[in-house]
């Protein structure tokens, strides 16, 4: 199961943690999977090109299954980067509609 957790500042979206696989389906077919890390990618690329916000990232590049994504505390107050981290989490919302079973967010 994935795990989504996402870190707020007193108003706004500010980053948020991934943790473990889907398993939906095996490896290379699992469209879960496929979904929510394409979602994290393109979000943690809008962040650095598009909102230009310095990030904190941390990640398992080993064995997968986990990722950090945190705002600079200079940029907790970009709101670019607060609106891509916000549809991040409106992506996440809609896939686990369809696949609960697969993810849990917090």
Do not use: P, R
Request: with cysteine.
């Amino acid at each position: 199961m994935i795990k989504a957790h996402f870190l707020y500042t007193s108003k706004q979206i500010c980053g948020f943690e991934l943790t473990g696989h889907a398993e939906s389906g095996e490896y290379g077919q699992d469209i879960v999977c496929a979904g929510v890390s394409a979602l994290a990618i393109s979000t943690v690329n809008g962040l650095q090109k598009l909102a230009k916000a310095q990030i904190e990232l941390t990640a398992d590049e080993e064995h997968g299954g986990y990722l950090k994504v945190n705002l600079d505390s200079a940029d907790k107050g970009n709101q670019a980067a607060a609106l891509l981290l916000a549809n991040f989490k409106l992506g996440m919302e809609e896939i686990a509609t369809s696949y609960a079973k697969y993810i849990e967010i917090s």
